[in-house]
């Protein structure tokens, strides 16, 4: 039996021979894409963290013209709408988490009643953002309103691009 249960061994032992040949043997045809990332950063870390925290998602406050001003309410708009629908998510998700967390006391609905009261601030807080996306609209719209003369009179000297004129005499 020992020299049966010897072949059957040999018999696997050169199949894995023969495929890790012919691995071996395509492995050799077929070449890898290298990928080489060079990271040619000055400073020092704590230099470049401290760069990533002054990004900020909003543009520079800066309103000296009526496109800068409804640029900066636009971005905030775009980014509390954003925002609201994120923070609104994660209410749920909390809630859906927390309501999961048996009560200690044993109460029926007890952690439900636990998890809606923690998850109604964060709703709040998407509320909030909701409310702050709004008001970001309506202060581009109310500024424009309140100051229409000043923006129509800039706009009014300002270069209108020329349009195409027909030429009748091309024929």
């Not at 202060?139 to 129509?152: D, G, K, M, P, R």
Request: charged share 20%; hydrophobic share 40%.
């Amino acid at each position: 039996m020992s020299t049966a249960t010897n072949n059957k061994g040999n018999k696997f032992a050169n199949m894995g021979a023969a495929a890790g040949g012919f691995v071996g043997a395509m492995g050799g045809s077929f070449v890898p894409p290298v990928n080489v990332t060079i990271n040619n950063s000055k400073g020092s870390p704590q230099q470049q963290g401290a760069k990533a925290k002054a990004q900020s998602l909003m543009p520079a406050p800066e309103f000296w013209s009526p496109a800068q001003t409804r640029n900066y309410c636009n971005t905030l708009r775009a980014a509390a709408v954003a925002l609201s629908i994120e923070v609104a998510m994660g209410a749920e998700i909390l809630n859906a988490t927390l309501s999961q967390v048996p009560d200690p006391e044993g109460k029926s609905f007890g952690s439900k009643i636990r998890a809606a009261k923690v998850a109604r601030k964060m709703r709040k807080a998407a509320a909030a953002l909701q409310s702050a996306a709004k008001n970001a609209a309506a202060c581009y719209s109310v500024y424009t309103a309140e100051f229409e003369q000043e923006i129509n009179a800039v706009r009014h000297r300002a270069k209108r691009p020329e349009r195409p004129r027909m030429n009748w005499a091309d024929q």
